[in-house]
């Protein structure tokens, strides 16, 4: 079982538009956990960290159901440039950041 | 301020020959990670650095690859007699203190990419 599964979409969405992505996790002893995008052949950026209390930020919402080891990214309004994949990561004790395949997402006009 | 800088942004190598990828990290930074990102994948972790000392390589494979960062210069890795499957994204990334639970310090670089042929 990968340490880091998420649905690869892709998820074509309108402008406006609600949409959700969901990673699962593998390591019940995991410790942090964010969500980065990742541009085509560009390198991933940190978009949010994940808390267990969720955290918002903008127009994105970030959840983390450790019991269920869940992690969800919700993005609300959904613009044009919000076109991008976004990966799951994952961080143990250790120094490796472990990353989920990504979620593409499309929005389209 | 700039970022994690890496060259050459892309590299084409021929099967047999060596690749040399470099990094350096943003200033003030002297910790390194290199990562691999194959097509299709997510990005896994090869190596963690500081200078003149390897922390961690555990993502290493086990042979033609290596990594170093030297007391000056850049960090570099080398991949010996390639192969088409080493064919790649490689992301170098620096922060400036050691790993923590928070990776929001951590850097990544715009990335190399190794295509064999």
């Known amino acids: 079982r990968k340490e880091v599964e998420q649905d690869p979409g892709p998820f074509n969405v309108p402008e406006g538009a609600t949409v959700a992505f969901n990673c699962t996790y593998s390591n019940s002893a995991s410790q942090s956990f964010f969500w980065y995008r990742q541009d085509c052949r560009k390198e991933p950026k940190l978009l949010m960290s994940?808390?267990?209390s969720g955290n918002e930020d903008g127009r994105f919402t970030a959840q983390l159901n450790r019991a269920s080891q869940y992690i969800s990214l919700l993005i609300r309004d959904s613009k044009l440039s919000d076109s991008a994949t976004y990966l799951c990561?994952?961080?143990?004790?250790?120094?490796?950041?472990?990353f989920g395949k990504g979620t593409s997402l499309l929005v389209t006009p | 301020n700039a970022g994690v800088m890496q060259n050459p942004r892309h590299l084409v190598r021929r099967r047999g020959q060596e690749a040399r990828l470099r990094c350096s990290p943003m200033k003030g930074h002297s910790h390194v990670y290199w990562y691999r990102q194959l097509p299709e994948e997510g990005l896994k972790f090869m190596v963690y650095?500081?200078?003149?000392?390897?922390?961690?390589e555990s993502g290493m494979p086990k042979e033609r690859f290596s990594a170093e960062f030297p007391k000056e210069g850049p960090s570099i890795l080398r991949i010996q007699q390639v192969v088409r499957g080493d064919s790649a994204a490689y992301f170098c990334?620096?922060?400036?203190?050691?790993?923590?639970?928070?990776?929001?310090?951590?850097?990544f670089g715009e990335g190399s990419w190794l295509t064999v042929v």
């Open positions: 650095l500081q200078k003149e000392n390897i922390i961690d």
């Open positions: 994940v808390y267990s």
């Open positions: 990334a620096s922060s400036p203190t050691g790993p923590s639970s928070s990776g929001n310090t951590i850097y």
């Open positions: 990561v994952v961080q143990n004790s250790g120094y490796a950041l472990n």
